[in-house]
């Protein structure tokens, strides 16, 4: 199923995803003047950081209401970034244009992941690099995902691709000539309680969205809550509110000679 992330309120999780944002930027670190892609932007997280460090950004997603967001962000903090829209595997850039392609949990979710390469590594310049982020398949996050997941009827078929297995990344990349090396990362998640995160989570995450017609449908959407409240209180680092912490890879591909 592909999801539109234009629906509901994708912009409460960008924020919590802010700090992933600025490691990918750190590490990746785009130079002044150089051209960065940023796929599957989003509301330009890592774009934004990227045009603050003074490179020319194109951003490029397929959810049209999020580019909105991301060209309103850009306006009012008078950076250099356009945006467009596109599919990982389809992006509206000339060939070996980027000195740096960056994807910050995007082109993790792009349904033919070795085309989502090719693409990447096509418009990506000859001694450039590609940035990506994703998440490691452990820990309460995933496990409450995977919950929602099975409850809406969308578990099951291929494992997904292990975007954040380095050999996997070194089969996507290397024949394009790219040169893998992975470092791991955590990212925090905070709320009041359990409860709120997941009420939060269910009425604004795009993916949560799109699936309530198919948790009603399957007599889900009462007890979905519960169990993902279990799954995040069984976790919660904080005895005062609430934190889980999720861990993530940064990748680069280093584009050979
Ligand atoms: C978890 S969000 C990350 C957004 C942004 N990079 C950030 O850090 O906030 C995933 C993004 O990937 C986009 N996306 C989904 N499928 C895609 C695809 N096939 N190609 C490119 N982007 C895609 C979604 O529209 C969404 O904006």
Same mark, same amino acid.
């Given at each position: ?6 629906l ?17 930027? +750190?590490? $990746? #670190?785009?130079?002044?003047?150089? =051209?960065?892609? %940023?796929?599957g932007?989003?509301? !330009?997280? @890592? &774009?934004? *950081? ?17 580019? +909105?967001? $991301? #060209?309103?962000?850009?306006?009012a =903090?008078?950076? %250099?970034?356009?945006?467009?829209? !596109?599919? @990982? &595997?389809? *992006? ?35 001694? !450039?690099?590609? &940035? ?16 929602a997941?099975e ?9 997904p ?30 709320a ?66």
């Amino acid at each position: 199923m592909s999801v539109d992330w234009g629906l509901g309120r994708y912009e409460r999780t960008a924020a919590q995803l802010l700090p992933a944002a600025r490691a990918v930027i +750190e590490r $990746a #670190a785009p130079a002044p003047g150089e =051209q960065v892609v %940023d796929v599957g932007c989003g509301t !330009g997280n @890592a &774009a934004l *950081l990227a045009a603050e460090r003074g490179a020319r950004v194109t951003g490029v997603d397929p959810a049209a209401r999020l580019l +909105e967001v $991301a #060209a309103g962000r850009a306006a009012a =903090q008078g950076l %250099d970034a356009t945006f467009s829209r !596109g599919d @990982a &595997a389809s *992006l509206p850039v000339a060939d070996g244009t980027a000195g740096l392609t960056v994807s910050v949990f995007g082109a993790i979710f792009a349904p033919d992941p070795t085309a989502a390469a090719a693409e990447m590594a096509r418009v990506t310049a000859p001694g !450039g690099r590609i &940035a990506l982020s994703a998440w490691l398949p452990d820990g309460a996050v995933a496990r409450a995902v995977r919950a929602a997941r099975e409850a809406a009827g969308a578990a099951g078929g291929p494992p997904p691709f292990p975007w954040h297995e380095q050999e996997a990344l070194s089969a996507l990349f290397a024949p394009h000539g790219f040169d893998v090396t992975v470092e791991h990362a955590k990212i925090g998640f905070t709320a009041g309680s359990a409860r709120e995160l997941v009420e939060q989570e269910l009425a604004n995450h795009p993916i949560a969205v799109a699936t309530r017609p198919a948790l009603e449908r399957r007599g889900e959407a009462e007890a979905l809550p519960g169990r993902m409240v279990a799954i995040y209180e069984a976790a919660n680092e904080d005895p005062d509110a609430f934190r889980v912490t999720s861990r993530y890879v940064i990748a680069l591909a280093r584009r050979r000679g």
